[in-house]
C-alpha cells in the first residue's frame, strides 16, 4: 500500500509537471497564433485599401480610348480624365507609358516637379510574367506602391501598345489609416531590422526583390505572463492539497482496511473462521464481510451441489428445447408439403369433378373420361400421402426427373380442367438442379397452376425453367383474373409457403399480378456448378 501511494504522489507530481509544460506550450502556440491572426489582418486590409489602386489600373488600360490616347496623345484628354480620377482612386501620380518605353504622360496630386516613373516597360514587362504587377519605389515624397498594367495590343495576344502605371504614396495619413483598420500601431522602418516578439516585420520589395522598407507592427499580445503566474500559485496550492489528501488516505486505509483485509486474507487461506471472530461484531462493511466469510465455509458444499444440480437441469433442458425445435420444425415442413401438394391435388381432383359434371348431360364420354382422371388423381394423392407418412420424396421424381414430372402434372391439370399448360423446360438448367430444388420446384408449379385455376379463372398457364448469369429461374405466368398483391397479403398460407420455398431453395421470390392482367411468380435461385 506505502507502494501504491508513493507511486500516486509521483504520479501526480509527473501530471502537475506536464500540465504546467502544457500550458505553457499552449501560451506560446497562443501567442503565434495571435502573431500568424495579425500577420494575416494586416495583408487583408492592405489588399483592401489596394484594391482602389489596382481597380484604376485595370479598368482604365482595358478601355479603347487609352490605346487611341497612345495614338494621338491628347494631353487636354488624359488631363480631364486622367489627373480627376487621382483623388477619386485615391492614387498619388500615374504614368502613361509607350512600349518602347517613351513617357506620354504623367499626373500627380501634389504640385512639384514631375515624378519620374518607377519602371521601365522592359520591367514592366518582365514583370507581367510573374505572378504579379504590383512594386514597390523610392521618390522624393516616400515609398511609392505601384501597379501597372499593358495597354491593349494590335491583335489578340500580341505584345502590348504601352503601359499604365498607378501609385500611391504610402504617407503618414495612410499609415495611420493602417493603424485604424487593424487596431494595431504600424510605421515605415529602414529595411534589414530583426523581428522581435513584440513586433511584425513585413518587408516591401522593389522590382528585384530586394526588401526597401520594412512595414512594422506593434503586436496587442495579451498578457500570458500573468495568466501563467496565476495558474503557477494554483498548481503549487493543488499539490499542496494533494499530499494532504494522500497522507489522510493512507493513514485511513492502513487502520481501518488494511488491518481488516489481513485477518479475513489469514481466514481464507487457512479456511478457520477463527481469525476473523472478533471482526465480525465491528458494524462496518468489512465486518459484514468476516461474517460473510464465516458462513462460506458452511454454505460451500451446498454450492457444488446446487451448481451440479443446475448443470443437469440446464443439459435436460435445453435437450428438451432441440426436440421442441425440430417437432416444430417437422410440424411447419409436413403443413407446408399438405399444402403445396396433397391439398392442391385435392382441389385439382375436385376442379375435375365439376367440369365432369357439368359435361355429364350433355357428353356422357367426356365426362367418363374427365371422373376416370379424377380417379387417378386421387390415387395418386393416397400415394402421395404415403410417402408423407414414410418420410420419403416422391418415387416419381427420383425416377424421371424434374422435366418429366413436370409434364405429368400438365397432363394431369388439363386433364381434370379445361386449361392450356404450356411448359418449357431448359434441360441444361434441370440437370443442374439438385434433389431438394426439383422438389419444390414442382410443388412451386402445383401451387401457382392451383390458385390459376381456383382463384384467377385462367385459361392459360405457362410454366418455364430457364437460366441466366448462374442462376436458375423458374416462372408461372398465367392470364386470369390477376389481383393486388397488397390487398391479399397475410390471406392464407399460400404466397407464405411459395416465399418459404424460395428461400429454402437458396433464392428469392417476385410476384407480379394487377387486376384484370393474370399474375406472373418468378423464383430466381442458385445452380450448382455443371458437371464436367
Not at 134 to 143: K, M, N, P, V
Not at 240 to 247: E, H, N, P, T, Y
Not at 281 to 299: C, K, P, Y
Not at 499 to 513: I, K, V
Request: aromatic content about 6%; glycine content about 8%.
Amino acid at each position: 500500500m506505502t507502494l501504491l501511494l508513493g507511486l500516486l504522489l509521483a504520479a501526480f507530481l509527473g501530471v502537475m509537471q506536464f500540465l504546467r509544460h502544457k500550458e505553457q506550450s499552449r501560451i506560446e502556440e497562443l501567442r503565434q497564433d495571435s502573431v500568424q491572426s495579425s500577420r494575416q489582418s494586416l495583408q487583408q486590409w492592405i489588399s483592401l485599401t489596394n484594391q482602389p489602386l489596382q481597380r484604376f489600373a485595370r479598368d482604365f488600360s482595358e478601355w479603347p480610348e487609352m490605346a487611341a490616347f497612345l495614338d494621338r496623345r491628347d494631353q487636354a484628354w488624359a488631363e480631364s480624365t486622367l489627373k480627376q480620377n487621382l483623388v477619386n482612386y485615391e492614387a498619388h501620380a500615374l504614368w502613361v507609358l509607350t512600349e518602347k518605353g517613351e513617357l506620354v504622360y504623367s499626373a500627380q496630386q501634389h504640385p512639384g516637379p514631375p515624378l519620374p516613373p518607377p519602371a521601365t516597360s522592359a520591367q514592366l514587362a518582365a514583370l507581367a510574367s510573374g505572378p504579379g504587377r504590383h512594386i514597390f519605389a523610392e521618390s522624393r515624397d516616400g515609398l511609392l506602391e505601384a501597379w501597372g498594367e499593358p495597354i491593349g495590343s494590335d491583335q489578340p495576344g500580341g505584345n502590348p501598345r504601352g503601359w499604365l502605371l498607378v501609385s500611391r504614396w504610402w504617407s503618414p495619413r495612410f499609415l495611420a489609416t493602417l493603424s485604424r483598420l487593424s487596431e494595431m500601431r504600424v510605421e515605415l522602418v529602414p529595411a534589414g531590422g530583426a523581428a522581435t516578439p513584440a513586433h511584425l516585420l513585413l518587408p516591401l520589395c522593389d522590382l528585384q526583390g530586394r526588401p526597401l522598407r520594412q512595414l512594422q507592427t506593434t503586436l496587442n499580445e495579451p498578457d500570458f505572463a500573468g495568466t501563467l503566474d496565476a495558474d503557477t500559485l494554483a498548481v503549487r496550492m493543488l499539490l499542496l492539497f494533494g499530499l494532504l489528501v494522500i497522507a489522510t488516505v493512507w493513514l485511513g486505509v492502513r487502520q481501518w482496511v488494511l488491518r481488516p483485509l489481513a485477518q479475513i486474507s489469514r481466514s481464507l487461506a487457512h479456511e478457520d473462521a477463527s481469525a476473523v471472530v472478533a471482526l465480525q461484531h465491528e458494524d462496518t462493511e468489512l465486518g459484514r464481510i468476516a461474517q460473510l466469510v464465516a458462513h462460506s465455509f458452511e454454505q460451500k458444499q451446498d454450492l457444488r451441489r446446487e451448481n451440479e444440480e443446475r448443470k443437469r437441469a440446464e443439459q435436460a433442458l435445453r435437450k428438451s428445447e432441440e426436440l421442441v425445435r425440430r417437432s416444430l420444425e417437422l410440424r411447419a415442413r409436413l403443413a407446408r408439403d399438405l399444402h403445396d401438394g396433397v391439398i392442391q391435388s385435392i382441389y385439382a381432383a375436385g376442379l375435375g369433378l365439376e367440369s365432369a359434371m357439368s359435361e355429364l348431360e350433355r357428353d356422357q364420354a367426356a365426362a367418363r373420361t374427365r371422373l376416370t382422371h379424377c380417379r387417378q388423381s386421387l390415387n395418386g394423392v393416397i400415394r402421395e400421402v404415403r410417402g408423407f407418412i414414410s418420410g420419403l420424396e416422391p418415387e416419381q421424381m427420383q425416377r424421371h426427373g424434374f422435366a418429366e414430372e413436370l409434364g405429368a402434372l400438365a397432363r394431369t391439370m388439363q386433364a381434370l380442367w379445361p386449361v392450356r399448360i404450356v411448359h418449357k423446360v431448359d434441360a441444361q438448367a434441370a440437370a443442374r438442379l439438385n434433389i431438394g430444388q426439383e422438389v419444390h420446384a414442382l410443388q412451386i408449379a402445383r401451387e401457382c397452376i392451383s390458385n390459376a385455376l381456383r382463384h384467377g379463372e385462367a385459361k392459360k398457364v405457362l410454366i418455364m425453367l430457364a437460366h441466366a448469369a448462374g442462376d436458375g429461374v423458374l416462372t408461372v405466368r398465367d392470364d386470369g383474373r390477376g389481383f393486388e398483391p397488397a390487398l391479399v397479403a397475410g390471406q392464407g398460407s399460400g404466397l407464405h409457403n411459395l416465399a418459404t420455398r424460395a428461400r429454402e431453395m437458396g433464392g428469392r421470390l417476385h410476384l407480379d399480378s394487377q387486376p384484370g392482367r393474370g399474375a406472373t411468380v418468378t423464383i430466381t435461385f442458385p445452380l450448382a456448378e455443371a458437371a464436367p
